[in-house]
Nanobody, 127 residues
Framework: QVQLVESGGGLVQAGGSLRLSCSSSERAFSPYGMGWFRQAPGKERELIGAIRWSDGNTYYADSVKGRLTISRDKAENTVYLRMNNLKPEDTSVYYC????????????????????WGRGTQVTVSS
């Protein structure tokens, strides 16, 4: 089981920005893709974006498109989630997840398609 560690969450005012990081200490790290999910209390976990590790191709959910940027640093085995113009409804626990195998477009991936997960980091946006 690959260990993923998220960091960068916290409390931010509406309109502000945050950058989350997700790192793996695996030596041979070459997943198919990395996804960012979020889950608010009482709601289902939703995929908000993903990145294909090989070429950096990205997918963003319509609900966040234009406000999020996902990038990765292959040398550091790290994926980033930059969130701008944060809104109170963005308040959630944010998780990164890893999928090893190709065969599905990023935009159709669900939580069941990812095999390793971080523990999550809380993002709270105050109005």
């Amino acid at each position: 089981q690959v260990q993923l560690v998220e960091s960068g969450g916290g409390l931010v005012q509406a309109g502000g920005s945050l950058r989350l990081s997700c790192s793996s200490s695996e030596r041979a790290f070459s997943p198919y893709g990395m996804g960012w999910f979020r889950q608010a209390p009482g709601k289902e976990r939703e995929l908000i974006g993903a990145i294909r590790w090989s070429d950096g191709n990205t997918y963003y959910a319509d609900s966040v498109k234009g406000r999020l940027t996902i990038s990765r640093d292959k040398a550091e085995n790290t994926v980033y989630l930059r969130m701008n113009n944060l809104k109170p409804e963005d308040t959630s626990v944010y998780y990164c997840a890893l999928r090893w195998t190709p065969g599905k477009d990023l935009g159709v991936l669900t939580s069941a398609d990812f095999g390793s997960w971080g523990r999550g980091t809380q993002v709270t946006v105050s109005s």
